[in-house]
T-cell receptor, first 114, second 116 residues
C-alpha cells in the first residue's frame, strides 16, 4: 500500500521561471493539502483540494495555484519564482477534508530558486 | 489568532537519556493534537494523535500527554537513541469551520540531537 508520493524529489529553478510539483495521495485518500516549509520553520499551509476543487487556501499569493485530477492526484504550480520560494514543499493526503484527521505526508520536493 | 508554540527550540541529549518536549497552543475550536517526527529533508511522520478527551497516548518509547484545560501538551521520549535525532512538530487541528473543514496549525518544531 503506497503512501504519499511526491515528484520530483529535488528541483533547481531560476528566478522568474515556473515550476510544477506533483503528488499522488495514499491509497483510499481523496483530499490533498500542500504546505511550504522554509528551512528551520514549521510547514505553512498553501491550499487544500477535494473533489477537484480548492476548499481552503492559506495566505499565499496567486502565483501559487493548484489542481486535483479525477484520480485524486494533485499538482502545485508556482509562477514567476522568487528566491524566497526556495523551500521544502510537502503534500499531505487524508480522507474527506471534512473529517480533520488521518493526514499522511509525503517526503517532499526540495525546490531551490537561484 | 490560532498559535502553536513549542519549547525548547533545540535540545541536545546523551544517548539513553530521557527528554520532554513542550507544546502550548491557542487554537479554537480544538479538534485534535498530533506530534510528528521529521527527519531532515523528509516529510513529517505521525507519532501520536489525541482528541479532547484523551490525556495520554503512547507509541513505543514516545508518550504524549494533553491537558486541554491549560492547552498544553508534552512529548516524552524514553531511553533515547541516535535515530531519535530529528525535528519534532506539534500540530493542532482546529475546526470544523463551516464550508472549510479543518485547519492544521503547526508549531515550528523542536530540533533534537542525540549524541553518543
Amino acid at each position: 500500500d503506497a503512501g504519499v508520493t511526491q515528484s520530483p524529489t529535488h528541483l533547481i529553478k531560476t528566478r522568474g521561471q515556473q515550476v510544477t510539483l506533483r503528488c499522488s495521495p495514499k491509497s483510499g485518500h481523496d483530499t490533498v493539502s500542500w504546505y511550504q516549509q522554509a528551512l528551520g520553520q514549521g510547514p505553512q499551509f498553501i491550499f487544500q483540494y477535494y473533489e477537484e476543487e480548492e476548499r481552503q487556501r492559506g495566505n499565499f499569493p496567486d502565483r501559487f495555484s493548484g489542481h486535483q485530477f479525477p484520480n485524486y492526484s494533485s499538482e502545485l504550480n508556482v509562477n514567476a519564482l522568487l528566491l524566497g520560494d526556495s523551500a521544502l514543499y510537502l503534500c499531505a493526503s487524508s480522507v474527506d477534508w471534512r473529517q480533520g484527521h488521518g493526514y499522511t505526508f509525503g517526503s517532499g520536493t526540495r525546490l531551490t530558486v537561484v | 489568532k490560532n498559535q502553536v508554540e513549542q519549547s525548547p527550540q533545540s535540545l541536545i541529549i546523551l544517548e539513553g537519556k530521557n527528554c520532554t518536549l513542550q507544546c502550548n497552543y491557542t487554537v479554537s475550536p480544538f479538534s485534535n493534537l498530533r506530534w510528528y517526527k521529521q527527519d531532515t529533508g523528509r516529510g513529517p511522520v505521525s507519532l501520536t494523535i489525541m482528541t479532547f478527551s484523551e490525556n495520554t497516548k503512547s507509541n513505543g518509547r514516545y508518550t504524549a500527554t494533553l491537558d486541554a484545560d491549560t492547552k498544553q501538551s508534552s512529548l516524552h521520549i524514553t531511553a533515547s537513541q541516535l535515530s531519535d535525532s530529528a525535528s519534532y512538530i506539534c500540530v493542532v487541528s482546529a475546526g470544523p469551520y463551516s464550508n472549510s473543514g479543518y485547519a492544521l496549525n503547526f508549531g515550528k518544531g523542536t530540533s533534537l540531537l542525540v549524541t553518543p
